[in-house]
């Protein structure tokens, strides 16, 4: 019965690959012949003037306007001129032989020039216990990105400047979910009666939507709660019900009606932080079981990432990978979003049991993933000539998932 199924895959396999590189080459083609007509229309050719020319020549406005954006862009030049000075180590100069015919000049009575600023990596002696791990990661790094990663959590801070502690963190774990379920084009997709084009947002989403679960429930239970003696917060209790209903179902009730409750009932906790009305715990006792959960979710879409068969024994097939793929890809980037909060409403502890430079690198990792943006998913050979993108996956999330665990370590000594 059976018989015809292989052949039934390779003809859907075959069909969607030839649909992907159709589409692949209709946008490129596009983008082509747009990028020509831009390039016509400001540089024209040998014999006439470019449109862009011949207004700038007839037109005294466009003549003013052009002369304000070549000016804007000299100061934007200098200025970065500028900067990269400041950067740059000063070689020591020479020393030469003074020549007799010059008086040698007494010895100067001020204090030495400070030593230039210099963005250096860092040196043996200061390496952290497990930069060892990841060293080809991090010397990979550009100088914009390194800075980032050095500075995120002063970063953090001044985005909340007279926020309550927790607020930060609730305004997180809301922004991913109502992005998905109000301002993503064509809403939810889980429970749509035709997925087959839009699958890749469907399990983004569904990623997303199980950071939200696990991140609700620890707030519920340990972060709004001063003992576990203590009732569950109510807005909280429901909006983690709320959550857990099927994404899938198409109605009774619909998953975009429960989870926009659930976001109003996270916004009413929020407005009693602010009235001083609800309690927020930023212990490491309250942090850790949350990292936890991250951690062992990671390990899951690390594992996903990583197989080659399915527990049917059938091999992991080019529609799995991609589901696989963008699954992980929600869960990094919703999970980036919770970090970076973390990082300011945990801020004293994670300063004074020295795990905010993990839990930087872990949202640097996840960061990475989450920018992971491929045209189609391919599932090539880990040492052939084309990508393995869930490989490719699999790198940030595994880095991730080692440095959360280098923070929960932390934390619990």
């Known amino acids: 019965m059976n018989e015809g199924l292989p052949k039934k895959i390779n003809k859907d396999l075959k069909a969607y690959i030839f649909l992907r590189i159709t589409l692949a080459v209709v946008i490129s083609l596009v983008i082509l012949y747009g990028g020509a007509q831009l390039f016509h229309y400001f540089t024209g050719d040998t014999t006439t003037l470019s449109p862009y020319h011949q207004a700038l020549k007839e037109d005294p406005t466009v003549q ?20 990269s000075l400041v950067t740059q180590e000063v070689p020591a100069p020479q020393t030469e032989p003074l020549s007799s015919a010059e008086p040698s000049s007494p010895p100067s009575l001020e204090p030495p020039s400070p030593a230039p600023i210099t963005i250096s990596q860092e040196t043996p002696g200061t390496i952290d216990r497990e930069s060892t791990l990841h060293i080809d990661i991090q010397n990979e790094m550009i100088p914009d990105e390194q800075v980032a990663s050095d500075h995120m959590a002063q970063d953090m801070t001044p985005l909340f400047p007279d926020a309550v502690r927790g607020t930060a963190f609730v305004s997180a774990l809301i922004e991913p979910i109502e992005y998905e379920i109000k301002y993503r084009f064509l809403g939810w997709r889980p429970n749509d009666i035709v997925s087959l084009f839009t699958d890749n947002i469907k399990n983004h989403q569904l ?60 916004r009413s906790y929020r407005n009693r932080l602010n009235t001083n009305q609800a309690t927020f715990h930023s212990r490491a006792d309250n942090l850790i079981p949350l990292l936890e959960s991250y951690e062992n979710l990671l390990g899951d879409c690390d594992d996903d990432l990583v197989k080659a068969h399915e527990d049917s024994g059938a091999r992991v097939n080019t529609f799995k990978a991609d589901d696989y793929f963008y699954y992980a890809q929600g869960v990094s980037s919703a999970m980036f979003t919770m970090l970076e909060a973390i990082m300011v409403d945990f801020a004293p502890v994670l300063d004074s049991r020295g795990a905010a430079n ?50 929960i370590k932390t934390m619990s000594t």
């Open 207 to 266: 990623g997303t939507l199980e950071v939200t679960r696990r991140t609700s429930e620890k707030l519920t239970e340990r972060i709004a709660r001063t003992g576990s003696t203590v009732k569950f917060d109510k807005s909280l209790n429901l909006a983690r019900t709320k959550f857990n209903n099927d994404p899938k179902k198409y109605w009774l009730p619909a998953p975009e009606k429960s989870y926009a409750q659930a976001i109003h009932e996270l």
């Open 64 to 83: 003013k306007i052009d002369a304000l954006l070549r000016n804007a862009l000299k100061s934007i030049n200098t200025a970065h001129a500028s900067d």
């Open 358 to 407: 993990d839990l930087q690198h872990a949202m640097l990792m996840l960061q990475r993933a989450t920018n992971l943006n491929p045209l189609f998913i391919q599932e090539s050979s880990y040492s052939g000539f084309f990508a393995n993108h869930r490989a490719n996956m699999a790198t940030f999330i595994s880095h991730a998932r080692a440095y959360i665990q280098f923070v």
